[in-house]
């Protein structure tokens, strides 16, 4: 298997610096035990004007063959020959992918040491793999790396015998990727589609699949237009962990999601006013009312559920009334831009005690999120499909179950008075739905009463005497014992939403 990543520079910033960020000298040759044979980096290549690194990966069929069946995939008797005779040793596949993922594992992560302020600068990048397993051929290529910002994605299918062209192609391609990329950007991309285009993984597709999966697509998988396929394809078509998978996908759209949106709308229907007489922006209100609830309800420890990028966060850190804040969402991105938000680095150990951030999905229940004071849901539960709503009302108000829980979502009937929005439109283009005054009020009574809490509402922004507020808040209140135990959604794999 064989794959080279080539750059471009000039005096000032040298194509060598390819080599800082791989953490692979130029000057030597490198060998790296796998699993499953040897890989050796090198650079056929290496000035400031161009430099090539070259990932050269020697597969031994036989510990392949062995490595199977001491983990029980031995496969039948009758399939003995077609387990050493096969393309494993020379097609780009997922053994690939894992010595990507090993060899380059700090330039994957996006991490420099020696020069912190390279992986985040694009490179002019050209990726070149001979021999790639395309099952869906080079349109299904197409699919999966055009929508990923390259300049070019050039797929030549590579014919099954020169000499008899008429025999047509293989289901093997050559693969140039060309386009300005950040090299962990690229690295990711290839870690996952490598398998993808395979579609035949070597090892046990275990659930922590899921975890590598969110992790190296984080940015880029969620709204690829062919996210699902990629994400079947990936898991090897395991129903349960594809299930798992396409959930917490949804779900980290949030990160898209600034909590400044509706301030954004106020901005754009006031810009004309002058600076005095603008009004406070609606997300601030939101983050006041909330503040305002949780200090009325006694509230020390909080969770912040859907945090997004660490407003309310950062709110709460401002108050020392709240003595633990813990801030949980799917997307690790989402949570970067957080701590970055949030000075976590540079925050004194005294500040620093008080907070936590860490990924988790609401679809399913964990652990760590039981025994806290109070939980926030602000402007997350339109974000999910609703048959997936009883899925986070269990999680949260079921197992979780802090004494107060607070939701606020927008009120779709004051839509009408945003100027700049169109009749017919939601506030922001991830809402999956956005209710009536009623129609949240029925839903709060009913998780209420399932749950065993009490229900108070509390108008968000300028109440409106014709279409209510522009947001909604439920303030719920735990009065005794839940009257239902679980639900159906949560009811097959608890164990694994322990973590999710």
Request: proline share 5%; aromatic share 6%; net charge neutral.
């Given at each position: 298997?064989?794959?080279?990543?080539?750059?471009?520079?000039?005096?000032?910033?040298?194509?060598?610096?390819?080599?800082?960020?791989?953490?692979?000298?130029?000057?030597?040759?490198?060998?790296?035990?796998?699993?499953?044979?040897?890989?050796?980096?090198?650079?056929?290549?290496?000035?400031?004007?161009?430099?090539?690194?070259?990932?050269?990966?020697?597969?031994?069929?036989?510990?392949?063959?062995?490595?199977?069946?001491?983990?029980?995939?031995?496969?039948?008797?009758?399939?003995?020959?077609?387990?050493?005779?096969?393309?494993?040793p020379y097609a780009a596949s997922s053994l690939l992918a894992v010595a990507?993922?090993?060899?380059?594992?700090?330039?994957?992560?996006?991490?420099?040491?020696?020069?912190?302020?390279?992986?985040?600068r694009p490179l002019a990048l050209r990726i070149e793999i001979p021999a790639l397993p395309a099952r869906g051929g080079a349109a299904l290529v197409r699919r999966l790396f055009e929508p990923l910002g390259w300049?070019?994605?050039?797929?030549?299918?590579?014919?099954?015998?020169?000499?008899?062209?008429?025999?047509?192609?293989?289901?093997?391609?050559?693969?140039?990727?060309?386009?300005?990329?950040?090299l962990d950007d690229a690295l990711r991309q290839l870690?996952?589609?490598?398998?993808?285009?395979?579609?035949?993984?070597?090892?046990?597709?275990?659930?922590?699949?899921?975890?590598?999966?969110?992790?190296?697509?984080?940015?880029?998988?969620?709204?690829?237009?062919?996210?699902?396929?990629?994400?079947?394809?990936?898991?090897?078509?395991?129903?349960?962990?594809?299930?798992?998978?396409?959930?917490?996908?949804e779900l980290a759209r949030l990160a898209e999601v600034d909590g400044s949106e509706p301030e954004e709308v106020d901005n754009a229907v006031d810009e004309s006013r002058d600076t005095e007489e603008r009004p406070v922006p609606l997300a601030v209100r939101r983050r006041e009312a909330i503040l305002a609830a949780l200090r009325s309800a006694g509230a020390a420890r909080v969770l912040?559920?859907?945090?997004?990028?660490?407003?309310?966060?950062?709110?709460?850190?401002?108050?020392?009334?709240?003595?633990?804040?813990?801030?949980?969402?799917?997307?690790?991105?989402?949570?970067?831009?957080?701590?970055?938000?949030?000075?976590?680095?540079?925050?004194?150990?005294?500040?620093?005690?008080?907070?936590?951030l860490f990924q988790g999905s609401l679809a399913y229940t964990d652990k760590r999120l039981v025994g806290y004071d109070a939980a926030v849901l602000s402007e997350v539960i339109e974000h999910l499909d609703l048959p997936r709503l009883p899925a986070l009302e269990y999680a949260v108000f079921g197992a979780a179950r802090p004494r107060t829980v607070l939701v606020t979502t927008p009120n779709v009937e004051y839509n009408v008075r945003w100027e700049t929005l169109p009749a017919g439109h939601v506030r922001h283009r991830d809402h999956r739905f956005e209710w009536t005054r009623e129609e949240f009020r029925t839903w709060a009574r009913r998780v209420a009463d399932r749950y065993g809490y009490a229900v108070a509402y509390v108008p968000v922004g300028e109440d409106d005497p014709e279409v209510g507020p522009p947001t909604q808040m439920a303030v719920f209140t735990a009065t005794g014992e839940p009257a239902t135990t679980q639900t159906t959604e949560t009811t097959t794999t608890p164990k694994e939403g322990e973590a999710a």
């Open positions: 298997m064989f794959l080279t990543i080539s750059t471009t520079g000039t005096t000032e910033k040298p194509a060598t610096d390819l080599g800082f960020l791989l953490h692979k000298h130029p000057g030597r040759a490198q060998a790296f035990t796998t699993s499953h044979g040897t890989a050796h980096v090198f650079y056929p290549e290496a000035s400031a004007e161009r430099c090539t690194a070259a990932l050269l990966l020697e597969v031994d069929p036989v510990a392949l063959v062995r490595r199977g069946r001491e983990k029980g995939r031995g496969g039948a008797p009758d399939a003995a020959l077609a387990q050493y005779v096969n393309d494993r990507l993922g090993g060899v380059f594992r700090s330039a994957l992560n996006g991490r420099c040491t020696a020069r912190p302020e390279l992986p985040g300049d070019r994605v050039d797929v030549e299918p590579v014919v099954l015998d020169e000499k008899f062209p008429q025999w047509g192609d293989s289901r093997y391609v050559r693969l140039v990727l060309d386009g300005g990329q950040r870690y996952v589609l490598l398998p993808v285009l395979d579609d035949s993984k070597h090892y046990w597709v275990a659930p922590d699949e899921v975890d590598k999966l969110l992790r190296a697509g984080d940015g880029w998988l969620a709204g690829h237009p062919e996210h699902a396929l990629i994400t079947a394809r990936y898991l090897a078509r395991d129903k349960r962990l594809t299930r798992d998978a396409m959930e917490r996908l912040d559920l859907g945090c997004g990028q660490g407003q309310l966060v950062q709110a709460l850190l401002k108050d020392v009334t709240f003595t633990e804040i813990v801030g949980v969402d799917v997307s690790t991105h989402a949570l970067a831009v957080a701590a970055r938000r949030l000075r976590l680095e540079r925050m004194g150990e005294r500040q620093s005690s008080r907070v936590r």
